[in-house]
């Protein structure tokens, strides 16, 4: 299935441990270039700085959050609109879009550092480090779990000081919804997982992996084998990017523009194939 050429709407969807403000500076980027930009929340998470506050003084709207309500939220959102959209997403924003663009909805997606859907056995080390303050617990699989500050830069930030990923901290992290978390971590132990999604599906749109070199929590392994299984097995269109030493902020690092302009340019003129050997 080809995009839709002249899409005029771009939706950013967060990841965990984040809100829609983590899109701010993407928001007026897209919007410069002439687009309509919408940057939806998942249920109970309102957008900018308010929202922040408000999930830190109460996260309960988080606890017992799942994968399903959530991808329902998102697809009455994009399927209310008039015409499909470039669907983006960061982190597990990415396994949204991959399960919506799996579900028909988008003319392109492109996922961006994404979290893994169920198939891909990718489980780096540092991926097992960034999530175990979670995991660990099984009593969290109901609960928002917080992140702590130095978690976070390990996790997110790792290219910058101790002292701008606290900034970066400080503005846009909230606790995550634990069952989110374990539902993605186990979902190739799972049954009709949630984050179960069809490599061979012909009919999807086209979709974009991007991965960061210097990604600690979901670094190039998952965005690679995720690409693979989705081109060998459909005839859709499918293409990787790697930015090396980028982190997992990606999307607030210097040099963030270089990832959103490739990203859009993409979505408007999809090519299949790994992107570093074009």
Same mark, same amino acid.
């Given at each position: 299935?080809?995009?839709?050429?002249?899409?005029?709407?771009? !939706? %950013?969807?967060?990841?965990?441990? *984040?809100?829609?403000?983590?899109?701010?500076?993407? !928001? =007026?980027?897209?919007?410069?270039?002439?687009?309509?930009?919408?940057?939806?929340?998942?249920?109970?998470?309102?957008?900018?700085?308010?929202?922040?506050?408000?999930?830190?003084?109460?996260?309960?709207?988080?606890?017992?959050?799942?994968? #399903?309500?959530?991808?329902?939220?998102?697809?009455?959102? !994009?399927?209310?609109?008039?015409?499909?959209?470039?669907?983006?997403? $960061?982190?597990?924003?990415? @396994?949204? =879009?991959?399960?919506?663009?799996?579900?028909?909805?988008?003319?392109?997606?492109?996922?961006?550092?994404?979290?893994?859907?169920?198939?891909? *056995?990718?489980?780096?080390?540092?991926?097992?480090?960034?999530?175990?303050?979670?995991?660990?617990?099984?009593?969290?699989? #109901?609960?928002?779990?917080?992140? @702590?500050?130095?978690?976070? $830069?390990?996790?997110?930030?790792?290219?910058?000081?101790?002292?701008?990923?606290?900034?970066?901290?400080?503005?846009?992290?909230?606790?995550?919804?634990?069952?989110?978390?374990?539902?993605?971590? %186990?979902?190739?132990?799972?049954?009709?997982?949630? @984050?179960?999604?069809?490599?061979?599906?012909?009919? #999807?749109?086209?979709?974009?992996?991007?991965?960061?070199?210097?990604? $600690?929590? %979901?670094?190039?392994?998952?965005?690679?084998?995720?690409?693979?299984?989705?081109?060998?097995?459909?005839?859709?269109?499918?293409?990787?990017?790697?930015?090396?030493? #980028?982190?997992?902020?990606?999307?607030?690092?210097?040099? /963030?523009?270089?990832?959103?302009?490739?990203?859009?340019? /993409?979505?408007?003129?999809? =090519?299949?194939?790994?992107?570093?050997?074009?």
């Amino acid at each position: 299935m080809k995009p839709e050429m002249h899409a005029d709407t771009v !939706v %950013l969807i967060h990841g965990l441990w *984040m809100t829609p403000l983590s899109w701010e500076h993407w !928001v =007026v980027h897209y919007e410069k270039r002439g687009f309509r930009v919408i940057a939806p929340g998942y249920p109970g998470i309102e957008p900018g700085e308010e929202g922040v506050e408000a999930l830190r003084r109460d996260p309960s709207p988080l606890a017992g959050l799942g994968v #399903r309500e959530v991808f329902d939220h998102l697809a009455g959102i !994009v399927g209310a609109l008039d015409t499909k959209p470039v669907i983006m997403g $960061h982190s597990f924003g990415g @396994t949204f =879009v991959q399960l919506l663009l799996d579900a028909g909805f988008g003319a392109a997606g492109i996922s961006i550092d994404g979290a893994a859907v169920k198939g891909v *056995m990718a489980l780096p080390f540092s991926e097992i480090k960034a999530t175990f303050p979670v995991l660990r617990n099984p009593a969290n699989l #109901r609960r928002a779990v917080p992140i @702590t500050a130095k978690d976070f $830069h390990y996790a997110f930030t790792n290219n910058l000081s101790i002292e701008e990923s606290k900034a970066v901290y400080d503005r846009y992290a909230v606790p995550v919804s634990g069952r989110i978390l374990f539902q993605g971590g %186990l979902a190739n132990f799972t049954p009709n997982a949630s @984050t179960t999604c069809n490599f061979a599906n012909d009919d #999807r749109a086209p979709l974009l992996f991007i991965a960061g070199g210097n990604d $600690h929590i %979901l670094p190039p392994a998952v965005q690679r084998e995720n690409f693979e299984k989705n081109a060998r097995r459909s005839q859709a269109v499918t293409a990787y990017k790697l930015f090396p030493g #980028r982190s997992h902020y990606t999307c607030g690092e210097h040099g /963030w523009e270089q990832v959103a302009d490739l990203a859009l340019d /993409w979505a408007l003129a999809p =090519v299949a194939g790994n992107l570093d050997q074009v």
